[in-house]
T-cell receptor, first 112, second 115 residues
Framework: RKEVEQDPGPFNVPEGATVAFNCTYSNSASQSFFWYRQDCRKEPKLLMSVYSSGNEDGRFTAQLNRASQYISLLIRDSKLSDSATYLC?????????????FGKGTRLSVIA | EPEVTQTPSHQVTQMGQEVILRCVPISNHLYFYWYRQILGQKVEFLVSFYNNEISEKSEIFDDQFSVERPDGSNFTLKIRSTKLEDSAMYFCASHPRGRGTDTQYFGPGTRLTVL
């Protein structure tokens, strides 16, 4: 089983749509969870951290279900500028040097 | 806002040659990483570095790879004898403290092309 698994997409949605991405992870010892955004041939950039209680940042809402080892990202009112690849990322532990483990990403295209 | 910088942005080399990729992490950060991303694939961890030594390395990080922090600002990745399959984007990352919840900040990457 892959460490972090995502639907690769692409998701093609019209502007203003709501779109949801899901991710599962295999390592139950994972402590920290993130969504990163990656534009074509650019570096990953942190979109938001994901907490057990769920968290929201503007149009973006992230949820974590530790029991199911499942993470989600909801984007409301999609903008053209949201077109990118969304990377589900987990940290193997909670110590200082724990590397990040990336999913392969889900591609989103928002169409006018 | 402080950022991680990397040079060069693009490096083309012949198979068997040595390359050195350079990174300047954010100045008050203590933990440093190299990741790579082969075109069309996921970002993969190579190595982490703290207190002037390697903390962890992946299976990819074999004897052909080495890292160094030669002074207080630079963090380098050396590939001794490049192979075609080393062609990838190489990202440097850093984060400030000892908590796994801290954000890792990524540099813009170096695109390595091995011919």
């Amino acid at each position: 089983r892959k460490e972090v698994e995502q639907d690769p997409g692409p998701f093609n949605v019209p502007e203003g749509a709501t779109v949801a991405f899901n991710c599962t992870y295999s390592n139950s010892a994972s402590q920290s969870f993130f969504w990163y955004r990656q534009d074509c041939r650019k570096e990953p950039k942190l979109l938001m951290s994901v907490y057990s209680s769920g968290n929201e940042d503007g149009r973006f809402t992230a949820q974590l279900n530790r029991a199911s080892q499942y993470i989600s990202l909801l984007i409301r009112d999609s903008k053209l500028s949201d077109s990118a690849t969304y990377l589900c990322v987990v940290n193997r532990g909670n110590s200082g040097n724990t590397p990040l483990v990336f999913g392969k990403g889900t591609r989103l295209s928002v169409i006018a | 806002e402080p950022e991680v910088t990397q040079t060069p942005s693009h490096q083309v080399t012949q198979m068997g040659q040595e390359v050195i990729l350079r990174c300047v992490p954010i100045s008050n950060h203590l933990y440093f990483y190299w990741y790579r991303q082969i075109l069309g694939q996921k970002v993969e961890f190579l190595v982490s570095f703290y207190n002037n030594e390697i903390s962890e390395k992946s299976e990819i990080f074999d004897d052909q790879f080495s890292v160094e922090r030669p002074d207080g600002s630079n963090f380098t990745l050396k590939i001794r004898s490049t192979k075609l399959e080393d062609s990838a984007m190489y990202f440097c990352a850093s984060h400030p403290r000892g908590r796994g919840t801290d954000t890792q900040y990524f540099g813009p990457g170096t695109r390595l092309t091995v011919l």
